[in-house]
């Protein structure tokens, strides 16, 4: 007999200087060729296609009050790895904002040499 599979969500937040880590179990409905139907212990049933398990998920909509967050759905033996892969993904996510915010200073900077237009 086949074994079903179990699917958990990994989840990754750093909020200011905490980093939290989660997992969850979520309860195998229906398997078909292209997707899972799964469901948490409780909430609304969700479809997760085959190709999307195991790929990291941003669910940081916009960056506020210190807050970024991934998951992932994946397999018991994929969790250490998407935990791993998660952290990396914050990381790049953190380099990228900084790179920005050093380009929005330069910017600044420039503008308090060589103010262009000045308020009367």
Not at 22 to 32: A, C, G, I, N
Not at 36 to 54: A, D, Q, T
Not at 85 to 104: C, F, R, S, V
Request: charged letters at 30%; aromatic letters at 10%.
């Amino acid at each position: 007999m086949n074994n079903p599979i179990k699917i958990f969500k990994v989840t990754v937040q750093l909020e200011k200087d905490e980093c939290g880590f989660e997992v969850s179990h979520w309860r195998l409905l229906v398997e078909t060729s292209r997707y899972y139907e799964i469901k948490p212990e409780s909430g609304p049933v969700k479809r997760i296609y085959k190709e999307k398990l195991n790929t990291v998920m941003d669910d940081t909509k916009s960056y506020t009050d210190g807050y970024l967050a991934c998951s992932a759905f994946c397999i018991e033996d994929r969790i250490d790895d998407m935990h791993t892969e998660m952290l990396h993904t914050l990381q790049l996510k953190i380099k990228a904002y900084m790179e920005e915010l050093h380009l929005n200073q330069q910017a600044l900077e420039l503008q308090f040499k060589s103010p262009k237009r000045r308020l009367k």
